[in-house]
Each structure stands twice: as C-alpha cells, then as structure tokens.
C-alpha cells in the first residue's frame, strides 16, 4: 500500500448507473425512497422484504417509472437458511453486487423492567444479525471479483447515542455500528466502500409502530411527543439522497440530519456535559412513563426504515 492509500481511497462507486444494487427493508420507509432513487439513477436493483405484497408493488412502481428491477423477492433477514438460500438464486440469475444495502430493521424502546427477552432477541436478529447474514452471503463474492464495490450498513442515532429507553435497540446498532467500523478497514483492501448510515428522527412507518414497552400510546402527552416528532422529522427522500451521496463520496458515517452530527461531535468532545443532557432527557422520558401507564402489552413489529 503506498503512502497515498493510506490517506485517501478513490469512491469505488461514483455512479450508480448500470450498478447492480441489493437493498433489505425495500418496501416501505427509507428502504422504499432508496430504492426509487436509486433506480432513478440507473441502479440495476436486487430487492427483497418482509412483505411481499408491498414488495411487489415497489418492484412494479419502479418499472412503471422506466427503472429496473433484476430480482425480487420476500422473505426474513434474520433466517440465515432463508438468506443463503436467497443469494443463491441472486448469483445464479443476476450475479455479482456492485453495492449491498442493509436498511431493514425493527424497533423497540423500554425500561429494562419493562422490556422481555422477546424484544431484546428480535433486535439482535433482525437488525444485527439480519445485515451479518447479508454480508456473509453477498460481500465475499465482490471480494473475490476483485472490482472493488460499497456496502451500506444503516445503523441510528441510537447507535451513537446514549438515547433513553434504547437499550435493546442500541444494542443492535452499536453492534452494527462495530462491524461496520471493522470491515471498512477490512475492505478497504479490496476497493470496497463502506458507509454507517445514522438516521435521526425520519418520517416513516417505523414511528407509527415501534413497540414503546411499558407506555399507553394513546395517551395525549405520548401522542403530543409523537407529533413533535413528526414535525422535526426528515423526510424518507432525504434520507435516501444522503445515503446515495455517502456512496458516491465514499464517506463512512452518513447523516440524514444536522441534529445527529453535531449531537455526536458533542458527546466526543464534550463528555461530562454530555452525560449531563442525558440524565437530563431519561428524567423526562420517566416522567412521561408515570404519566402514561401501559393499557397492554405488544410484540414488536418488522417495518423497513430504522431511525431514532
């Protein structure tokens, strides 16, 4: 590697046109907007959900729209027989990803009282494991084509911030946040690219269904919280422009929000205040729990677009 590699790594994607492109989570949220932009660019696109029918519908818009869609298929993530048995047929009648995007995921935020086993299991398969088994079973094969390629991994504020409530979920994303770290190193050997997507507060339907353990929804204040969301919220769109330019740039993390970089550049140079605003938030979050007791219980639902 000479002195030059070392401090700078050509974009090994600058356009996506003609690319071949897998993207998770692609039938709603931010996993829907990516997709149609980035067949708008010209992106070949390799997609698959939970859900087929809308699936199905995306796969259709996006035809219907001039772009083009290799293969579709639905199915779950976090089913590593499902996954190998899905890449299989992907190299078989389309080949080799120029850039593999891991966007779906789930949510669920609580106490640790409050949360089961159940939430803390569904996180770490659906939204750790289901990218592992995305990259295991996709990325080898850009290795071993040795054209270089990007990968998208889409974590969360959550996992680069203390956010109350999110433990479970944090877990998930902090550990996505560590495998990504490692292998753009790993890769980059390889001209392979690697970006961390960190959503903030995103518009999509994963704030209408995350599973908030130990909190009654319908609660005015929790409904109030709920609109204040909506109202700083970016838009799926936006999301999906900052995730194609972080591949075209090559860069690392990928924000979707001011708010998130600066809140990140705070809590690194600024530590003590910075527990000092936490504190301060998960007093809030424990006032408001008191105030909205649970009506019952829920299990987590998958949706397609993680954020914050």
Not at 186 to 196: K, M, Q, W
Not at 228 to 237: D, I, K, L, M, Y
Not at 291 to 306: G, M
Request: glycine share 8%.
């Amino acid at each position: 590697m000479s002195l030059k590699d070392l401090f700078y790594m050509a974009p090994p994607v600058r356009s996506l046109r003609g690319r071949k492109v897998l993207i998770t989570g692609a039938a709603s949220g931010i996993g829907r907007a990516t997709a149609l932009a980035a067949a708008a660019e010209g992106a070949e696109l390799v997609v698959t959900d939970l859900h087929p029918e809308p699936l199905d519908e995306l796969a259709a818009d996006v035809r219907a729209a001039g772009g083009t869609v290799l293969y579709h298929q639905a199915g779950d993530v976090s089913d590593y027989d499902w996954v190998v048995k899905f890449a299989q047929s992907v190299d078989a009648e389309v080949g080799v990803m120029d850039v593999v995007m891991n966007i779906a995921g789930i949510s669920a935020w609580g106490t640790v009282e409050n949360l089961e086993h159940r939430h803390w299991k569904s996180m770490v398969d659906v939204n750790l494991m289901g990218p592992i088994h995305i990259i295991e079973c996709f990325v080898p094969q850009m290795v071993a084509r040795g054209q270089g390629g990007h990968l998208v991994n889409v974590s969360s504020a959550a996992g680069l911030l203390a956010l109350p409530w999110h433990a479970a979920y944090s877990a998930s994303k902090f550990g996505l946040r560590g495998v990504s770290e490692v292998l753009r190193f790993d890769l980059r050997r390889h001209h392979i690219g690697v970006s961390l997507v960190c959503p903030g507060a995103v518009a999509t339907p994963l704030v209408n269904t995350v599973d908030i353990v130990g909190i009654d929804r319908d609660n005015e204040e929790v409904a109030t919280a709920i609109g204040n969301f909506h109202r700083v919220a970016a838009s799926p769109e936006k999301a999906a422009a900052a995730i194609i330019k972080g591949i075209k740039k090559n860069r690392y993390i990928v924000y979707t929000s001011f708010d998130i970089r600066f809140g990140y550049w705070w809590a690194r140079k600024f530590a003590f205040p910075y527990e000092v605003v936490m504190r301060i938030a998960n007093d809030q979050f424990a006032r408001l729990a008191r105030k909205a007791p649970p009506k019952a219980k829920a299990a987590p639902r998958q949706v397609n677009a993680p954020g914050a």
